[in-house]
């Protein structure tokens, strides 16, 4: 695994010369180093496990799947944001009282492997998710696709995908009018339900594209769809990195039937549905 390793933060950014950093933390771009770092560390675990085919499969408490590679880049990823001395939470470590994380102003929220069902189908669509959280909501975002080593990112007001070695900066170019005909909605492989089916219906001559984990948000993010409806369950890490990234882009991820966004670090760590637009 070599797509991000011994980067600067001067490398990172080295096709992207307009990147706007968020500076109301002032170790954001160590942060972000630190955030790239640890994403490429778990890719690297995942990967180890995912060419071996040992997975080691067990059941969580919801009935979902957990295999060694959640766990090892769980631990990977833990190691090194500890170093940045904000908490973290993380889906395989979701057990922090809510009365000790209510009031942390930064912190991290981290999807080890996001799409374990589509890692076990060994189809590829599975990604290392990791967000920086302000209070509520997400300020910065890596999400690292291990099989196609894609990394896309945003500490700012500015997003970029890494792809081949070199960073190019992201422009939604997606359509954002709901009436119009023809658009392209984009739902997941394992969670299709009657309610995002009625959606697609009342939609004109739309079209339907298909992936897994935060790779939806992702296909948003480049281009490639133009509205995310989201009616089955995910937690908060599921969406928090995707959130940032297209966030600045200048999309929305509205709460079903409402306006407001997404919030994050509530004491149910369940998100409502919501919209991608």
């Known amino acids: 695994m070599h797509f991000l390793k011994r980067m600067s933060i001067d490398e990172v ?4 010369p307009m990147y706007k950093v968020n500076t109301s933390h002032p170790n954001i ?37 957990l295999t060694v590679a ?7 990823i833990t190691s090194i944001l500890q170093s940045s001395g904000l908490p973290i939470l993380s889906e395989e470590g979701k057990t922090i009282p809510f009365d000790e994380r209510r009031n942390w102003e930064y912190f991290w929220m981290v999807d080890p492997l996001d799409g374990t069902k589509e890692f076990l189908k060994r189809n590829g669509e599975f990604t290392v998710n990791i967000a920086l959280i302000n209070k ?8 690292v696709v291990p099989v196609t080593e894609d990394v896309f990112y945003t500490a700012g ?13 992201l ?21 299709m339900t ?39 369950p995910t937690m908060e890490w599921d969406t928090a990195a995707s959130h940032a990234i297209v966030n600045a882009l200048g999309l929305k ?3 079903q039937g409402s306006a407001d966004e997404l919030v994050y670090n509530k004491e149910n760590l369940l998100n409502p549905g919501f919209l991608v637009s």
């Open 171 to 191: 422009t939604h170019r997606g359509r954002t009018n709901l009436q119009e005909a023809g658009l392209r909605v984009v739902a997941s492989r394992s969670h």
């Open 29 to 65: 771009s160590t942060l972000l180093q630190q955030a790239l770092e640890a994403a490429e560390r778990a890719c690297h675990e995942i990967l180890e496990v995912y060419t071996s085919g040992d997975f080691q499969t067990e059941a969580k408490g919801d009935n979902s799947p």
């Open 253 to 255: 991820v509205t709460q």
């Open 13 to 16: 950014f080295l096709n992207c």
């Open 194 to 232: 009657e309610e995002t089916q009625q959606f697609v219906n009342g939609l004109v001559q739309s079209s339907l594209v298909s992936s897994g984990s935060s790779l939806k948000f992702m296909m948003l993010a480049e281009g490639a769809a133009d509205v995310y409806p989201r009616y089955a």
């Open 70 to 76: 959640d766990k090892r880049a769980h631990n990977v």
């Open 136 to 143: 509520n909501k997400p300020v910065m975002g890596v999400v």
């Open 157 to 169: 007001d500015e997003a970029f995908l890494k792809r081949k070695g070199v960073s190019q900066k």
